[in-house]
């Protein structure tokens, strides 16, 4: 179940108002404050002028928890680049996996469709996830009936197959012993069709809690269907290091991914 709020709400699950099965979406639409002035011409033409693309933005946390700082810094840095977020703090501890991914699916379809204040152009309606996060992203965006126009992937957990799973992902995903079927089903480069949106992901070589080859898996999956693609490996760099304000050389992923953001023209030349 879905509930929309704004950024400025500080509700949560814990304070127990809401069904343990409740999804939050937290809104950051783009604003005078965090924004420029707008001077696209394809945003000028429609609503007025204010239409913006919009990424959804999920967080890490091995389905246990949710990785704060890959949610609301994301979404401010995504407002920095013109471009409206909301971060989905989507069910953890014990939930049913096909739950989960209404719940993407159902805040897709509500930032397309639902009326708002704000404007945002409904074919540029892309997605961004970290390590679990990426996990939710990836299968939500190959396996769903509401897909994202466009997929980031940040240290994504990818297969649930050994010896490349992340274990607690995958058992808070499917359980202790997964038949191999549920394991093929559910590890989203066996799930990649020509329909997958394209996709930049970023991936550090010496990542310790995911392996690299989650993110060579699912580029390799993408090189075979065609689906454009780009992606970065870091030499060095410890698991979970979201917008990297540590780690000066893997924070070059960040006008990596404005430039690919800008090249699918969800950024402005000159942003």
């Known amino acids: 179940m ?14 127990g108002k809401f069904p343990a099965e409740t999804s939050l979406l937290f809104l950051y639409p783009v604003t005078e404050a965090n924004e420029e002035e707008d ?31 890959e949610g609301e810094p994301i979404a401010r840095w995504l407002n920095s680049l013109g471009i409206h977020a909301g971060v989905l703090h989507y069910q953890v501890g014990d939930f ?12 897709l379809k509500w930032v397309r469709e639902a009326p708002k204040n704000w404007y945002v152009i409904p074919d540029q309606v892309g997605m961004i996830g970290s390590s679990a996060g990426g996990h ?7 396996t769903g009936t509401v897909k994202p126009n466009l ?14 799973t992340h274990e607690g992902s995958r058992r808070k995903f499917l359980g202790a012993s997964p038949a191999k079927d549920l394991l093929d089903a559910w590890s989203s480069d ?22 690299v080859e989650n993110s060579l898996l ?28 540590d780690h000066e050389h893997v924070r070059q992923w ?14 402005k030349k000159g942003s």
């Open 2 to 15: 879905l509930l929309v709020c704004a950024s400025n709400e500080h509700l949560t699950k814990e304070e």
């Open 39 to 69: 001077t696209d011409e394809r945003s000028k033409a429609e609503d007025g002028g204010k239409a913006r693309p919009f990424v959804l933005v999920l967080p890490g946390g091995g389905y246990t928890h949710l990785a704060q700082h």
């Open 96 to 107: 049913e996996f096909t739950d989960l991914i209404k719940d993407v699916e159902d805040a």
């Open 136 to 142: 939710l992203a990836s299968i939500a965006a190959t």
């Open 151 to 164: 997929l980031l992937l940040c240290y994504p957990v990818i297969s649930l197959h050994e010896p490349y």
């Open 190 to 211: 066996q799930r990649v069709t020509a329909d997958t949106p394209p996709t930049f992901i970023w991936m550090t070589a010496d990542d310790s809690v995911v392996p």
């Open 218 to 245: 699912f580029a390799g999956a993408l090189s075979r269907h065609k689906v454009p693609f780009e992606l970065h490996i870091f030499e060095e760099g410890r698991h979970g290091l979201g917008l990297a304000d």
């Open 254 to 267: 960040l006008p990596l991914a404005e430039n690919w953001l800008g090249q699918h023209h969800y950024v």
